[in-house]
């Protein structure tokens, strides 16, 4: 398992798929608030004008010597739900990153947030 306090180093290095091709660089790390255990990612993709962040799940994704290895085509992930640079994941589009990867969705029992920054 990636434990988030390791995986805060990589920010900026390539995220690559089981390919190993590029997708993009990785911005920031979303914790689940259960387990407070590393979830999703933040990739940065696009042109140096026009970038946003796209979210990949962490479920056995690999740290290489200057990569992160996610187990996901890189196709499937620039499709991913999307955020600007400067935004902050909304609470009401978790689910959608969720459902875009096949996963199951489970807020809190009082409806909160399934995923927080860190």
């Given at each position: 398992?990636?434990?988030?306090?390791?995986?805060?180093?990589?920010?900026?290095?390539?995220?690559?798929?089981?390919?190993?091709?590029?997708?993009?660089a990785?911005?920031?790390?979303?914790?689940?608030?259960?387990?407070?255990?590393?979830?999703?990612?933040?990739?940065?993709?696009?042109?140096?004008?026009?970038?946003?962040?796209?979210?990949?799940?962490?479920?056995?994704a690999?740290?290489?010597?200057?990569?992160?290895?996610?187990p996901?085509?890189?196709?499937?992930?620039?499709?991913?739900?999307?955020?600007?640079?400067?935004?902050?994941?909304?609470?009401?589009?978790?689910k959608?990153?969720?459902?875009?990867?096949?996963?199951?969705?489970?807020?809190?029992?009082?409806?909160?947030?399934?995923?927080?920054?860190?």
């Open positions: 398992m990636i434990e988030a306090a390791d995986i805060r180093e990589w920010r900026n290095h390539d995220v690559v798929d089981l390919k190993g091709r590029k997708i993009g990785l911005e920031a790390i979303y914790v689940d608030t259960t387990t407070d255990a590393p979830a999703v990612a933040t990739v940065r993709t696009g042109l140096p004008t026009r970038q946003r962040l796209v979210f990949v799940p962490l479920d056995k690999i740290l290489g010597p200057s990569y992160l290895k996610v996901y085509a890189k196709s499937l992930v620039k499709k991913s739900p999307w955020i600007g640079t400067d935004d902050v994941l909304p609470a009401e589009q978790e959608a990153i969720f459902q875009h990867y096949g996963m199951t969705y489970q807020p809190g029992a009082n409806g909160e947030r399934q995923l927080a920054r860190r």
